[in-house]
């Protein structure tokens, strides 16, 4: 659980930081183009790496639910995290959506 723990307090850093390079893009949009472009190719990049942790982590609590006794509290407690990063992942694409080039 620790390293799922590790992979899910990554990709909350990494959708964090989606949102600001984000709102960067779209401060700089109309006065610097090209400053706004380099913070939505970082917002990107961020958003891949979010994707790939998120991905892992569900890759291993699959692979733990399925082999071993996992205590209930502990399952409602990650769904619920599990559920706040997804949340998270589609504010994160809003913003990156609202800030395309």
Known sequence: MKTMRKLYDYAIAELEDVMKYSKCAMMYSGS?????????????????????????????????IGTEDVDPRLMELWEE????KI??????????DNAQM
Not at 50 to 60: F, G, I, P, Q, V
Not at 81 to 84: G, K, P, R, V
Not at 87 to 96: E, F, G, N, Q, R
């Open 87 to 96: 949340d998270m992942m589609a504010k994160a694409k809003a913003c990156l």
């Open 32 to 64: 610097d183009p090209e400053l706004a472009k380099m913070y939505y190719n970082l917002a990107k990049g961020e958003m891949e790496d979010a994707k790939s942790l998120h991905e892992m982590s569900k890759r291993l609590s699959e692979s733990k």
């Open 81 to 84: 995290m599990e559920s706040y």
